[in-house]
C-alpha cells in the first residue's frame, strides 16, 4: 500500500515538492487555506493590464530549474526586453545606472575612485571563518568598503528582501557571499571561479504569469483547496490533521510543512519558536499613466538608498520590460513600498500611502497627468527576515525534525526566498524521501 503524505501549502515550495515526489511510491495530498494555488506568486489581468503581484521575473539560475521549466511550459517562457539591462539607483534624486560590467565602474558617480582601488585590493582578501552571527553589512563593508555598501549593496538588499542587510544573517541572507569568504577570500575571485553560464543567468517571466506556470506544474496533483491547518499531533506512528473546515482527524504517515514560518508556529506547542521568524511588510502598487505626461529613465527599474529616505523601496517599469502587458501609450509601474525600511509607513491608512508616494513620484518623474489605472494589494508578511539570530531558528527546527520522524520542514525561511531555491529545495527533499 501507498504511504500517505501530507503537504501543507499550495505556494511554490508546496506545488514543487508534489511534483518532484514519488507518485508510485506515495499518495500524495496537497492542503491549501485559500482558494487559490501560489501563495507569493500571484498574477492578475484587469483590463489590458497584466501584472504580478509578488515576482515579476525570476533569475534561472540553477540547471534543474531550466530542465523543469522547459518540461512543464516551455511555450510560455518569456524573456525581458533588452532595456532590461539599464538599472537605475535613485542618488540624491537623480537616477544613476548601476554599474553591470568592471569598465562601467569608471566614472560611474555611485563610486568614487578609491572604492575601485578597494575593490582591486579586495582579489587579495585571504579565507577566514566568520561566525554564525555575521552581519551582510560587516562582510560587504570589509571587502567592498562603505561607499559599495550603501550606493550599491543596500538597494540591492532592499530589491530582493525589503530589508536592512545591518540585521541580516550573512549565513542566511546571502550564503553565497558566506560561502565566498570562509572558501576563497576574495568575493570577487569566487564569482570569477564559480560563474554560471549565459543560459542559467536569464531573467524570465512567464506569458500568462507566474500563477500559470505552477497552475501547469500542479496538473495531475491533488490540491485540497479551503483547508486551513489547525492542529498537528503524532499518534504512534502516524500523524493527525485537524482542518478549521471540520473536526475529523485525517491520518498521514508523513508531514511536510510549505507553511510560512508564523502559521506552522500556530499548530503545534513544540513549533512554537517559529514564531521568532520576523516578515517584511510589503505594499504592492500598479500605477499607469499616459507615456506622454511623464519622463522616465528606460529600464528594468530603480532601486533606492536607505539615506535618501524615500517613501518607496524600488519600481519595476512594467511596460519597458515587457510591452505587451499593458497598452503600448502607458507606462505601466510597480511600486514596492514599506519593506524593514519603512514598516511605520504602513500603518497609515491606504489613501495617506497613495498621496505620500504619488507626491514623491510626481516631482521625480515631471508627471502631469493622472494615474488612468491602479491596483494594491498589501503583504503583511511579505518576505522573512534573516536575522541575526536565524542559526538558532534553524537549529531548533532541525532538533524538531530529529524528535519527529518523518515530519519535514520547508519553506522559505529555511533555505532561500528566490524561487529558483524554492525549486532546488523541493528537489533535493525530495530525492531524500523518494530515496
Ligand atoms: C512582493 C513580493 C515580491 C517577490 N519578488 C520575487 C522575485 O522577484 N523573485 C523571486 O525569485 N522571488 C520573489 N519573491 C519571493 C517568492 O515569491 C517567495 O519566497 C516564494 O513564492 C515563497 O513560496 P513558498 O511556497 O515557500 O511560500 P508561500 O508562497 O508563502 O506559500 C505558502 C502557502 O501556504 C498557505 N497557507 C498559509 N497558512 C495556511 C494554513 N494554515 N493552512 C493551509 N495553507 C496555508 C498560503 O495560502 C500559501 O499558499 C517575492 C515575494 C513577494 C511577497
Not at 131 to 156: A, C, M, R
Amino acid at each position: 500500500m501507498k504511504q500517505k503524505i501530507a503537504i501543507l501549502g499550495a505556494g511554490i515550495s508546496g506545488i514543487s515538492l508534489a511534483y518532484y515526489l514519488d507518485k508510485e511510491k506515495y499518495e500524495v495530498t496537497v492542503f491549501e487555506k485559500s482558494t487559490s494555488i501560489g501563495g507569493c506568486v500571484k498574477s492578475k489581468t484587469v483590463n489590458e493590464y497584466a501584472f504580478e503581484l509578488g515576482p515579476n521575473t525570476v533569475q534561472l539560475k540553477h540547471q534543474e530549474v531550466l530542465e523543469l521549466i522547459n518540461k512543464v511550459a516551455k511555450d510560455d517562457l518569456i524573456y525581458p526586453s533588452a532595456l532590461a539591462k539599464n538599472r537605475y539607483i535613485l542618488k540624491k534624486n537623480k537616477f544613476v545606472k548601476a554599474p553591470m560590467s568592471p569598465l562601467s565602474l569608471f566614472g560611474n558617480p555611485l563610486i568614487s575612485f578609491s572604492s575601485i582601488l578597494k575593490l582591486l585590493k579586495e582579489f587579495s582578501i585571504k579565507p577566514g571563518r566568520l561566525d554564525e552571527q555575521t552581519s551582510v553589512k560587516e562582510v560587504v563593508i570589509n571587502h567592498f568598503g562603505e561607499e559599495i555598501y550603501h550606493n550599491l549593496f543596500v538597494p540591492f538588499c532592499t530589491g530582493i528582501y525589503a530589508s536592512n542587510p545591518e540585521n541580516m544573517s550573512v549565513k542566511y541572507g546571502f550564503p553565497i557571499l558566506w560561502e565566498a569568504h570562509q572558501q576563497t577570500g576574495s568575493i570577487i575571485k569566487h564569482f570569477k571561479n564559480n560563474r554560471r553560464s549565459p543560459e542559467l543567468n536569464k531573467i524570465i517571466a512567464f506569458k500568462n504569469g507566474f500563477q500559470s506556470f505552477l497552475e501547469k506544474l500542479s496538473k495531475d496533483i491533488n490540491i485540497q483547496y479551503n483547508q486551513e491547518i489547525k492542529s498537528i499531533s503524532k499518534q504512534g506512528k502516524v500523524y493527525q490533521l485537524k482542518f478549521k473546515s471540520n473536526d475529523e482527524l485525517l491520518e498521514f504517515d508523513k508531514v511536510i510543512s510549505c507553511l510560512p514560518a508564523y502559521t506552522l508556529a500556530n499548530t503545534n506547542s513544540s513549533l512554537s519558536f517559529l514564531h521568532k521568524v520576523n516578515y517584511s511588510p510589503v505594499y504592492v502598487w500598479q500605477i499607469a499613466i499616459q507615456k506622454n505626461s511623464m519622463q522616465k529613465p528606460q529600464g528594468f527599474g530603480v532601486l533606492t538608498r536607505a539615506m535618501d529616505k524615500h517613501h518607496f523601496l524600488g519600481i519595476i517599469f512594467n511596460s519597458d520590460l515587457f510591452p505587451g502587458k499593458s497598452p503600448k501609450d502607458k507606462h505601466l509601474m510597480t511600486v514596492m513600498i514599506g519593506g524593514e525600511r519603512d514598516k511605520s509607513l504602513l500603518e497609515l491608512d491606504e489613501e495617506e500611502i497613495k498621496q505620500t508616494v504619488f507626491s514623491e513620484l510626481k516631482t521625480l518623474f515631471t508627471i502631469k497627468g493622472d494615474v488612468e489605472f491602479e491596483h494594491s494589494h498589501l503583504w503583511k508578511n511579505a518576505i522573512p527576515q534573516f536575522h541575526l539570530n536565524h542559526e538558532s531558528i534553524i537549529q531548533e527546527v532541525k532538533k524538531f525534525e530529529e524528535l519527529n520522524n518523518d515530519f519535514y520542514i520547508s519553506g522559505n525561511y529555511i533555505d532561500g526566498v528566490a524561487i529558483p531555491d524554492r525549486i532546488m529545495a523541493s528537489l533535493n527533499l525530495a530525492k531524500k524521501i523518494n530515496a
